[in-house]
């Protein structure tokens, strides 16, 4: 670097106000003539804070939820007195909404800067879906359920995070449908008497399936018969 001051005489204190690296060289003469060797003086400057990303990396799901574990990274730089620490990677596990990390670089001069990551949802678990019955029903030793056409299907979905996106249903592996209200087979819906299976699941707003749960029934269509005599009396 060329030298700060050159030939000057010295007249008071010296400001060097840029970043960087400057060198000052000075010496000093007495009245007789003496002259000091040059003294040759590094200064170095850095009033620039250091620079500082997160860089968020996880499976991302639907509507900005995250469906794993996201690893939040710092990236951290200076082009002068260099990086002296930088916050370490963190990994958020917990299944919440509209979470956050955050870090902080330090140069060598002492400077400081932060970056934070915000609004980090994750829901790592799928939805349950549960099926009840609400009329005529019974159930035998094997599980299985016989019902009549009176009997209403009731499917029950939670989900602790995002939150029940669509249940789904279908009957003897038809074509899914969308599960709105609770509803009742009878010969209007094409099912006939007789042993049949339901399928029903749902997905929550984050992109979670649940599993598949299957259920056999028996579809009871035929009233029951009475019949009576009269003895003679």
């Given amino acids: 670097c060329d030298p700060f001051v ?23 003469q007495d009245n007789a003539g003496n002259a000091q060797d040059t003294v040759s ?9 250091p620079t500082i990303e997160a860089s968020i990396s996880g499976d991302a799901g639907n509507d900005g939820w995250y469906i794993s574990d996201v690893n939040v990274e710092f990236l951290c730089n200076d082009e002068l007195s260099g990086v002296s620490s930088c916050t370490e990677a963190v990994t958020l596990r917990e299944e919440v909404p509209g979470q956050s990390a955050s870090g902080t670089a330090v140069d060598n001069a002492g400077n400081s800067e932060q970056a934070e990551a915000s609004a980090i949802s994750i829901d790592k678990s799928p939805p349950t879906t549960t099926l009840e019955f609400d009329g005529p029903s019974s159930e035998n030793g094997d599980g299985a359920v016989s019902i009549t056409p009176q009997t209403y299907f009731i499917l029950n ?4 995070a995002s939150g029940v ?3 789904s249903y279908h009957i003897d592996g038809e074509l899914p449908l969308e599960y709105e209200e609770e509803f009742i087979l009878d ?22 399936s649940g599993w598949e749960e299957t259920l056999e029934f028996y579809l009871d269509q035929t009233a029951p018969s009475t019949e009576s005599s009269l003895d003679d009396i």
């Fill in 6 to 28: 050159d030939g000057s005489q010295y007249a008071g204190p010296i400001l060097i106000a840029n970043d960087g690296a400057s060198y000052l060289r000075y010496s000093s």
């Fill in 41 to 49: 003086r590094e200064v170095k400057i850095d009033k620039t804070g």
């Fill in 157 to 160: 979905a939670e989900d602790t």
């Fill in 165 to 167: 996106s669509v249940t």
């Fill in 187 to 208: 010969a209007g819906e094409g099912v006939d008497e007789g042993w049949h299976t339901i399928t029903y699941w749902s997905e929550d707003a984050a992109g979670n």
